[in-house]
């Protein structure tokens, strides 16, 4: 991914643009985007920003009471927004809570905590799910995908605008 993203970073300063803005569409490859996004602007003199449309739990974002902050796999928002995106995938009769409830009381090591962990989703059982996807629905998955949109264009006014101030 990081050659990828190299010669994405490396056309676009070659066509003249200052900026480069990289959509994040998984929370497992926030590190990783935020590296390459360091080292686009060392390289090519970009100024690089990494969008995150939807920020989840473990990284500072929101999440129910009932997920315990851990709603960040197929829990209740991503299930409700694929209901409202493409209500084709989901089957709601499969659906099961599964959150990992003894990290919940850990002050420091859990999910958006100040120490983060190397984790798999079937670390946490064999289905993948961190999160209570059993109340997910249309209605709230348009609601957050609306948010999202609406995020998403204020964050591109907002890069349009940057200037590092100095």
């Known amino acids: 991914m990081l050659s990828v993203l190299d010669d994405i970073g490396r056309c676009a ?24 996004c360091r080292e686009l602007r ?3 003199g970009l100024k690089t920003f990494l969008l995150h449309p939807m920020v989840p739990p ?13 709603g960040i796999h197929a829990g209740i928002d991503e299930t409700s927004m694929v209901m409202h ?11 099961e809570r599964h959150v990992p409830e ?13 120490v983060s962990f190397g984790w798999l989703s079937n670390d946490f059982g064999p289905s993948g ?13 348009k609601r ?5 949109v609406g995020s998403l264009c204020e964050a591109f006014g907002e890069i349009e605008r940057f200037d590092f101030g100095r």
């Open 13 to 36: 300063a070659q066509t003249g643009a200052q900026r480069l803005a990289i959509l994040n569409g998984h929370g497992g490859n926030t590190s990783l985007l935020g590296m390459a």
């Open 58 to 70: 473990d990284h500072g974002g929101a999440s129910t009471g009932g997920e315990l902050g851990m």
């Open 42 to 44: 060392l390289k090519y």
């Open 102 to 114: 003894g990290l919940a009381g850990n002050k420091h090591v859990r999910f958006g905590g100040s």
């Open 129 to 141: 799910v961190i999160g209570d996807p059993t109340g997910s629905n249309a209605a709230l998955g």
């Open 144 to 148: 957050l995908f609306d948010s999202c």
């Open 85 to 95: 995106l493409r209500p084709d995938l989901v089957d709601l009769t499969l659906a």
